[in-house]
């Protein structure tokens, strides 16, 4: 079963921040995951919340910021004082940190609340630019956006985020379509996961960062979970089922 470091390795730096992602590059795991919002200028920023009050000392809206604006905050004395001065990083920025690595990287459009019109052609062309296509998944909550990434990019794997009990998923995830289910925890351990992967489906779990559910799920065929523990992680399923 693969890891991947959720929002980077979240758990021990601040989330979405050059810091975090800089750990998850240092890591032998397979893959890291980010989330990309639009500021107002319309640059593409990492950052998961609509707003920038939970992980920095400012307040507002990411769509209602100048990336400048944004740049004048602090995103990581929240978490510790030893990343004070951490700015909210742009996708260009985080993606270079793994341009010269084999880290699979998952970018999560966060459209589901404000649908950032343009987000999923930028992000397209950047990732294209960056020759990391092949290396690239895109996820959302948004499943419209789903769809019509995959239709600008059939070449590129796509996923749906989904925090319900999907019944038929497997035939759900067809019909967007997308390449892949990324499954809430509780969701994953329902019957109709388990369908789902005997139908072939290719599922993701988040957020795991606990013992007893990577070893459940990692019985149950899941392909990856997403962890904010990526070493502790990668540590507990090396040693195996106690």
């Excluded at 750990?23 to 989330?35: K, M, N, P, S, Y």
Aim: net charge negative; proline share 3%.
């Amino acid at each position: 079963m693969k890891i991947y470091a959720h929002r980077g390795a979240s758990g021990t730096h601040p989330e979405n921040t050059l810091a975090a992602f800089e750990e998850a590059a240092r890591l032998g795991i397979h893959g890291v995951e980010l989330d990309v919002h639009l500021s107002k200028d319309g640059e593409l920023v990492v950052i998961h919340d609509e707003t920038i009050d939970r992980t920095s000392n400012g307040v507002g809206y990411v769509k209602d910021l100048t990336l400048a604006e944004l740049r004048a905050y602090d995103f990581g004395n929240w978490f510790n004082e030893e990343f004070a001065r951490e700015s909210i990083p742009t996708l260009e920025e985080v993606l270079k940190i793994f341009q010269q690595t084999a880290h699979h990287v998952n970018i999560e459009l966060k459209s589901d609340i404000f649908p950032y019109e343009g987000m999923g052609e930028k992000v397209l062309y950047l990732v294209e630019k960056m020759g990391m296509s092949d290396r690239v998944l895109i996820s959302s909550f948004d499943h419209e956006a789903v769809r019509n990434f995959k239709k600008l990019a059939p070449h590129i794997k796509v996923a749906i985020l989904t925090m319900d009990v999907l019944v038929d998923a497997y035939d759900y995830a067809r019909i967007v379509p997308a390449d892949a289910l990324h499954i809430y925890l509780p969701s994953a351990h329902r019957k109709t996961t388990k369908e789902a992967l005997l139908k072939g489906a290719i599922i993701r779990v988040f957020t795991v960062n606990d013992e007893v559910n990577a070893h459940a799920l990692e019985k149950r065929g899941v392909h990856a979970i997403f962890t904010d523990f990526p070493e502790r992680m990668k540590s507990v399923l090396e040693k195996g089922e106690v």
